[in-house]
């Protein structure tokens, strides 16, 4: 399955009869879905609808969508201008205002220079469709190229950390010994009954056991690689929930582990962290 960046770019330019059009659509990494639509007023009747295009084309990131458009030829403003004088002549005679007073520096600034007739609303509404499957087609395919790069460098990451824990599995009968001669040295000083003694250093010991932690590590480690290679697209909260797990398991080995054997387990910590850092910008 193609995985994908929360970071994008894609652009599209057109020009038409009825007008020129520029998209541009930006996205970067975040928790949630977070859509910002910068449009020309008079095509605010559009900011639903683009709402809609990005929340089903995405699922997580801040997504910006910048629209420029510049309308051609007059006859609709000049249509639009005579309705609203009208308009406002009413208003102004429902509280005794003199008709004189609708001039058109009064009708500029209650309206954009620029109307989309209501008629033309379907015009506009097909040619912004347009543009905007050329300008997501280009954003979705640089986070599809992202994501592969994002994916492959935390394939090459696990791999390193599976060899980092397979060689802690080895050193951990070393480790045990280790632990109990240190205990055994350090209980003699209380000159305890020698089989108390080997019972309370064993016990001791068995605290100190990182059994448990490199189990749930692995476990981790196979859960990452399997949703790496999973159908789904919005896969990126659970590698980072992961990868924080992954985190935890290795906080409680750097406590316990034993200082000849703290090497690994740092090699280990610095690579989870290098991991963590990439697929927080998985979608």
């Known amino acids: ?14 020009e038409t009869p009825f007008a020129r059009w520029l998209f541009e659509i930006s996205s970067v990494n975040r928790k949630g879905l977070d859509i910002t639509v910068n449009l020309p007023p008079f095509l605010i009747f559009l900011d639903p609808v683009i709402r809609q295009w990005v929340a089903k084309s995405v699922e997580r990131g801040t997504v910006t969508v910048r629209i420029g458009c510049e309308l051609k030829g007059v006859k609709h403003v000049e249509a639009h201008l005579k309705a609203e004088k009208k308009r406002w002549e009413k208003i102004g005679k429902s509280v005794n205002a003199s008709p004189a007073d609708i001039t058109l520096p009064f009708l500029l600034m209650q309206t954009s220079a620029q109307q989309v007739p209501l008629d033309q609303e ?14 997501a ?10 994501g592969r790069t994002l994916a492959k460098e935390v394939k090459v990451r696990v791999k390193l950390v599976q060899k980092e824990v397979k060689e802690i599995e080895q050193f951990l009968p070393q480790l045990m010994e280790h632990y109990l001669d240190k205990i055994m040295d350090r209980l003699k000083q209380f000159k305890l009954d020698p089989e108390k003694l080997k019972a309370e250093a064993i016990l001791q010991a068995s ?7 490199i189990v749930r590590l692995k476990s981790h480690l196979e859960q990452m690689v399997k949703y790496l290679a999973a159908r789904e697209i919005s896969i990126g909260r ?36 290098k991991i963590r850092e990439q697929v927080q910008n998985v979608e």
């Open 1 to 14: 399955m193609k995985r994908r960046s929360m970071t994008g770019y894609g652009k599209a330019m057109r």
């Open 122 to 135: 379907k015009v506009v509404y097909k040619e912004a469709k347009e543009l905007w499957d050329k300008s």
């Open 137 to 146: 087609a280009a954003w979705l395919l640089m986070k599809e190229e992202e």
């Open 207 to 213: 605290r100190s056991d990182v059994t448990e932690e």
């Open 238 to 273: 659970t590698l980072d929930f992961l990868a924080q797990e992954m985190g935890r398991e290795v906080s409680t080995l750097s406590a316990k582990i034993a200082m000849p054997f703290i090497h690994q387990v740092l090699r280990l910590k610095s690579e989870i962290e």
